[in-house]
Structures are given as structure tokens and as C-alpha cells.
């Protein structure tokens, strides 16, 4: 049911960002950006854990023989499900998506006057390049559209455009806001092979299958709390090769240090340990899920669904980024009738009274020109479904 006298007023939960929609529970399907729902299997799971007695990874030692086994285990599932090569240590770490920010150019920098090379096409990739340009010199590929400014596609990476002496190459695989994603990671030219390239996966880690090797994967990390767990923690995979004494600043504090919390197995300080068990079950449910070759699959069918109906709606809606090559599987940016403020308040009004939350949420850069529906592990190709068949009845209705 819609509630007309609040469209134009802003003051309806649904345009205030509220995701306590009044549909019955079984109806709400989580759009969020993150942090966001998990599989339903998963967080039964996770439900479990505190219906037994006994105590749970909130309440044990971290270094009882019994979270080493929860912590082992969530490092053999990920390493079984992402194909990790031996080569490439597994780290639990602290401080989100932005702690790695800074976390990297502090390894992999000695001095300040180390080259890192950012690849710079979304609002978080200038959030990485810019907090790394405090430790390191930053060198910049700028992604934007000449004209405009705006953040649509992925930059050429030319042999000019590399500093042969980059301690690293930055790339953010998944640009949340922005909606570009990198469906493959990039394969740096012969003469740039020699540069590890750094990943920010932490919006798009376990959907698609990563060539380690191939792209020369140095360092890549994901907050959990898109698409493999809660906030509060953070995955860092780093290739061997780049640990070691004396290779991080000498400022680079303990807890960001790689090589520091490698030798000491994940426990140099209290890990978090419950998220750390999380992830083990996500990583499990993917694995009996067909594994990482079936998530791709069932990423690509969902993201489908809306960029079909977006698409196919003579204009109705929109979509910034044109070129299909690079348009993110995880988070669908999409306009109503050109941005046109009333419709899009009935928008979210109705679709949020039907119990798809999320559709606009506040991020560090605002809420954006766009909608953006989020499609990440926790929604199903059903629930993918059910907002498309709304936008089209949505477009019918209101053309
Ligand atoms: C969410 C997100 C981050 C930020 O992570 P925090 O855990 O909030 O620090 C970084 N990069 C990308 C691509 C993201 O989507």
C-alpha cells in the first residue's frame, strides 16, 4: 500500500534511509550496501552458535585450542574457495577497508619517497590514494570522463602511465558507489610485470574467481561486511614475497603490520574473533554451493535481471555507466525519470512498503544522484527478481 500524502514530504522512513520497513519479515530483502545480510543459511548458522550451551568464539581465549581451530578453519575454507595459492599468507586485520588504506603504503613503502601508482576511477579508490599520499608519493591514472568529471569506466593502463620504480599498482576491483567493476583483474603490460598489483576487493571478494598469479596479485583486501561477514573486520591476503624484516616503514604501527601478525599466526593482538567464525561459514556455504565458479554465475544472472529492466525501459531508468564490460554485478546505480525527485520518492516509498530496503542509503560520499540496489551474497536470484518485476510494474504505472 503507498501512502500518497508523504510523498512530498520527507519525512517517511523510506526517504530518511530507514530500513525497518513495515512488511512482514519474510517479505524484506536487503539492498544495503553494506554492511548487509548474509545468506539466510548463514545466519541460521550463526544462530545456532548461540542457541547451544557452551561458550561461543565471543567468550574463548583466542588462543584456546579451540578458536585455533575456528580460526584454521576459516583460513583452509577461504584459501579451498578462492583457489589462494600456497604462496599467499592470510590475515585477519583491524581498522576496515580504510585501515588497509593506509596499511599499504606503510608495508610496501620503506620511505616516504616510495612510488605508488593509484588507479583512480571511483569514489574509493580516491579515498585509498588519497589517505596512502600521506605516507607515500603517489603517483595517479585518473579514471574520470574528460568532459564531465564523473566516474564511468576504467582507464587504459599505459607503460607511460606506470613509474617503472611503483612499489605498487592500485586498482579497486569493485567501485561501490560508482557501479564499475572489474569483472577480470587487469594483466599488466611485460615491462610492468615486475609491480605487484594491490586490490581492493572489499565490495565484490568471493563473487568471481581471482588469478592470483596471472595478474600478479600482490596484496588484496576486503572488508567483510559486503559480501563475507560483519563489520570489524577485514581480509588481507599478501603474497610471502613482499613480507619480511625491514620491508614496512619504521612507522607503521603493529597492528597494521603485515609481516608482524603473519609470524605470529593472526594472534598478535586479539583478532575479532566471532567475525573471524563468520567468514568460515560463508566461505563453507559457497563451497557447498557450487563454489566460487557457480557465485559468479549466480552474480552475473542476478545483476541481469536489473540491468535488463533498466535497459529495456525506453529511458524510464537510468544507468551512469554505459559501457557492459565494466558494470558492477554487485551494486546496480539506477535512476527514476532522469532523477526527478517525486517520482523517486514513490519509488522508494512503495518498493520500501513491499520490503525491499536499502535503495538509498548514506555513504561517506552522500546519497548520490542514484539508487543503487546491492546484490551482494546475502541476496538471491529470487529477490533479484522481485525488485526487477516492481521496477517494470513501477514503470508501467508511472511512465
Ligand atoms: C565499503 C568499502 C570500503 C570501506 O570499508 P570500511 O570497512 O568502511 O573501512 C572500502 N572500499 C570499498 C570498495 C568499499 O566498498
Redesign the pocket.
Known sequence: MTTPHAMTTPTHPALLGSLSSTAAPEQIINFSP?PTSLPKEVEAKIADIFNTTGLTSLAISHRAPEFLAILEHAIASTRKVMEIPDDYEILFTHG????QFAALPLNLCHNASDIATYVVNGT?SIRGRDEASRYCTVQTIDGSAPETGDYTHFPELTEADIDPNSKYLYV?S???VNGIELHRLPKLLESRKHIPLVV?A??DFSTKPIDWHGSNVGVLFA?A??NIGH?GL?MTIIRKDLLGEGKASPLCPGVFNYTTNSEAGNLWNTPATFNIEVVGIVMDWLDSHGGIAENERRSIAKAKQLYEVIDNSNGFYGTPVANKAIRSRMNVPFNVKGGDEELTNQFLIESWEQGMIGLRTLTPFGVGDYLRASLYNGVTKENAATLAEFMCRFARENA
Open positions: 553494506g576496515g577497508g580504510h585501515g574509493w579497486c569493485n567501485e561501490t581492493d572489499s565490495s572488508c561486511s559486503k563489520p577485514t
